[in-house]
Nanobody
Framework: QVQLVESGGGLVQAGGSLRLSCAAS????????MGWFRQAPGKEREFVAI???????????DYADSVKGRFTISRDYAENTVHLQMNSLKPEDTAVYYC??????????????WGQGTQVTVSS
């Protein structure tokens, strides 16, 4: 069974830090882009950060403007995991954070997986 399992969420004060982890199992995602999305109450799910596969065991990181300079995404191909280090957290970062893995084929089809989500709450 293919799974993405997030961990590391919790309650933190504004200005604090959390580190989210996503462990993939059931298959390898070495050629998938892997990243994080979030969804706040009453809002649509939005992009946070991604590691874009560039060949071999290399990737390029990209971030939403709202988290640039505060969040850092990293990927461990050997462990089939992706992490999100979140610093200088703000109340507006409060959301459920979801891990995502996707690979788009040249014909446009998508092989995509989602985790179950982990709650991050930042108090003011």
């Amino acid at each position: 069974q293919v799974q993405l399992v997030e961990s590391g969420g919790g309650l933190v004060q504004a200005g604090g830090s959390l580190r989210l982890s996503c462990a993939a199992s059931g298959r390898t995602f070495s050629r998938h882009d892997m990243g994080w999305f979030r969804q706040a109450p009453g809002k649509e799910r939005e992009f946070v950060a991604i590691t874009k596969y560039t060949g071999g065991n290399t990737y390029v990181a990209d971030y939403a403007d709202s988290v640039k300079g505060r969040f850092t995404i990293s990927r461990d191909y050997a462990e089939n995991t992706v992490h999100l280090q979140m610093n200088s957290l703000k109340p507006e970062d409060t959301a459920v954070y979801y891990c995502n893995a996707e690979r788009r084929s040249v014909d446009g089809t998508s092989d995509e997986y989602w985790g179950q989500g982990t709650q991050v709450t930042v108090s003011s």
